[in-house]
C-alpha cells in the first residue's frame, strides 16, 4: 500500500538517533525528522501497564511513519490468529496484541511494551514450519508477559532513558537501512549502558527464552522447535558477512541453544501436522520479494519439478505469479488442481476469485466472495477482497458500505482506512475521503496531515451538528497526539 506523503532521509534519522543515545534529559528533543515518543520516567519506579500500553501505540504510529509495512490481509489475519493462539496460553494479563507486518526480507522480529509486536517478512522465509515460526513469536510474547521494559526502567532508574529509547528506535533503522547502521546505533546506545544493566538484558532474554517454550507447549506447538530455529539462525551466518537483524538484538549462542534443547528434552518428542497456511503464506512472501512476477513463475514452476517444502504452496505461488504477470488462462489452469484437493481452501477460493476479477469477470468474482461471507462474514481478508471487487465493478456505494462496517471492527488497521478513503473519493462522499484520511494518517503519526484532514472535513460538515461534533473530538485527540510526541 503507497503511502500519501514522502518519507524522511535514513542519514538524518541515523544523525536523529545517535544524537539522542547522549542525551541525559528524560525524553527526546523535538525534530522536524522524527517524534517518537518518550519511553518512561526513570524517576517513577515502575510503569504501568496503562502507561506502557499508550507507550506502544505512540510507538506502532512512529514506527509505521518511517517504515514500509505490509497490510497483505490473507497475511496479517494469519499472523493475528496465531499469534492469538499463543498469547491465548501466555502469561500475559491482556492478551491485545498489535502486529506491525515489516515489509523487509531481513529476518527479524521484536516486541515493545503495551502489546506491540513486529515482525518482518523476511521471518517466513527462514522458518521451515510453522513451529519454527512460532518459536520466534513466542519468544516475543515472552519478553512482553514479564514486562522486561518496566522492569527495566526500575532496575536502572538513575539511567538516562533515551538509551531505551534510542534501541527501540534502531529497529527503525533495520528496516529501513539495514542491519549494519541499526547495529551502529546499537552500539553506541550500548557504549553508554553500565554492566548490570546488560546482565539485565541477558537474564530478559534467558527468560523470554523459558517462558516462551512454555507458551509453545500450553498451545500444543513443538518445544524442539525451538533449538531448531536458534541452529537455522546461527546456520546463516555461515552464509552471509553479518547475522540475521534477529541475532543482533537477541544474541543466539551455542550455549543458549544447548539450554533450549536441554528444555525441550524434557517434553516427549512427537509428530507435529505440517501447517498447509504457513506454506501458503510463505509463498506469498516469495512473491513479495521477487524480482518480477516472471522471475516468480521460474521459481515456483522449478520447486513444482524439484525440490519444495511443500508442493501445494508452490502451486499455489505459481497461480499468483501467473495472475500478477497478466496471465489469467495459466492461473486458471494451475489453480484447478488445488481446487479439486481442498474446493473449500480459503485462500484457494480468493485466488480465483482474484483472477475472475482480473478478468473483468465481476460477477462471477462477486459470487465467489459473497458465498465465502456466508461462512465468515467477519473475516478481514474476504471483506476486503469483496469491496475491492465492488470497487473495481464500479460498485462504489456497496463497496463503501462494506469497507464502513468493516472499519467499525478493525478502527487501528491503516489498510481499511486507506482504502475507504479511496472508494469514498470514487463516490463523490468527499466528507468521507477527509475522514477516512485522517485516520489514516492517524495511525500512520503523520498528525500534521491529519489535522488538514480533519480541518477540511469540519468545513463541508457545517451544519451538521452530530458531524462536526464528532470531528471537533477527532482534532482534540491528535493535539494531545502531538503534545506526547514533542515531550
Known amino acids: 500500500m503507497p503511502k500519501i506523503c514522502g518519507r524522511h532521509s535514513t542519514k538524518t534519522l541515523i544523525a536523529t538517533l545517535l544524537a539522542a543515545a547522549c542525551l541525559s534529559a528524560p525524553a527526546f528533543s523535538q525534530t522536524n525528522d522524527i517524534q517518537l515518543p518518550a519511553l518512561g520516567d526513570a524517576t517513577s519506579g515502575i510503569v504501568s501497564p496503562q502507561q506502557e500500553r499508550e507507550l506502544g501505540e505512540s510507538w506502532a504510529r512512529a514506527f509505521r511513519a518511517q517504515v514500509p509495512t505490509s497490510h497483505d490481509p490473507l497475511m496479517v489475519d494469519y499472523l493475528e490468529k496465531l499469534v492469538a493462539k499463543l498469547a491465548g496460553y501466555s502469561e500475559l494479563p491482556d492478551k491485545r496484541i498489535e502486529l506491525l507486518l515489516v515489509k523487509n526480507p531481513t529476518m527479524n522480529a521484536f516486541a515493545v511494551p503495551g502489546g506491540v509486536m513486529g515482525i518482518h517478512t523476511g521471518l517466513f522465509t527462514t522458518a521451515n514450519t510453522e513451529n519454527q515460526l512460532a518459536s520466534v513469536l513466542a519468544h516475543e510474547l515472552g519478553h512482553l508477559s514479564q514486562r522486561h521494559f518496566a522492569r527495566g526502567v526500575e532496575a536502572r532508574q538513575n539511567a538516562s532513558i533515551p538509551t531505551t529509547a534510542a534501541m527501540l528506535a534502531s529497529l527503525v533503522l533495520m528496516a529501513t537501512a539495514g542491519g549494519d547502521a541499526g547495529m551502529a546505533a546499537m552500539m553506541a546506545t550500548q557504549a553508554a549502558s553500565l554492566d548490570n544493566q546488560l546482565r539485565f538484558s541477558r537474564q530478559n532474554e534467558q527468560e523470554a527464552d523459558r517462558v516462551g517454550m512454555e507458551t509453545m507447549v500450553a498451545a500444543g506447538l513443538d518445544p524442539y522447535a525451538v533449538p531448531e530455529m536458534f541452529e537455522s539462525m546461527l546456520r546463516s551466518t555461515r552464509y552471509s558477512r553479518r547475522p540475521p537483524e ?105 485466488a480465483l476469485a482474484d483472477i475472475y476479477t482480473a478478468e473483468a469477470r465481476y460477477e462471477e468474482a462477486i459470487a465467489v466472495q459473497q458465498q465465502l461471507l456466508k461462512t465468515e462474514p467477519t473475516n478481514h481478508p474476504v471483506n476486503m477482497a469483496y469491496a475491492d471487487t465492488l470497487m473495481k465493478a464500479g460498485f462504489y456505494l456497496q463497496s463503501e458500505q462494506v469497507l464502513d462496517r468493516h472499519s467499525r471492527r478493525r478502527s487501528a488497521d491503516p489498510y481499511v482506512w486507506y482504502q475507504l478513503a479511496e472508494v469514498h473519493g470514487l463516490a463523490g462522499n468527499i466528507l468521507g475521503v477527509h475522514e477516512a484520511r485522517a485516520e489514516y494518517f492517524i495511525l500512520n503519526g503523520i498528525y500534521d496531515a491529519a489535522m488538514v484532514q480533519l480541518r477540511n472535513g469540519l468545513k463541508l460538515a457545517e451544519g451538521n451538528y452530530h458531524t462536526t461534533a464528532i470531528l471537533q473530538e477527532r482534532v482534540r485527540d491528535v493535539r494531545a497526539m502531538q503534545e506526547k510526541a514533542m515531550r
Open 246 to 350: 534477529f541475532l543482533l538484538t537477541h544474541p543466539v549462542t551455542e550455549s543458549r541453544i544447548a539450554d533450549s534443547m536441554n528444555r525441550a528434552t524434557r517434553f516427549p518428542k512427537k509428530s507435529y501436522e505440517s501447517s498447509l497456511s504457513f506454506h501458503l503464506m510463505r509463498a506469498r512472501v516469495f512473491l513479495m520479494q521477487a524480482e518480477s512476477p516472471q522471475a516468480a513463475v521460474k521459481r515456483f514452476s522449478s520447486e513444482i519439478d524439484g525440490d519444495s517444502l511443500n508442493k501445494e504452496a508452490s502451486r499455489y505461488g505459481l497461480v499468483l505469479a501467473y495472475s500478477k504477470s497478466g496471465q489469467p488462462d495459466r492461473a486458471h489452469e494451475a489453480l484447478a488442481p488445488l481446487l479439486v484437493q481442498a474446493p473449500n481452501k480459503l485462500e484457494y477460493q480468493l
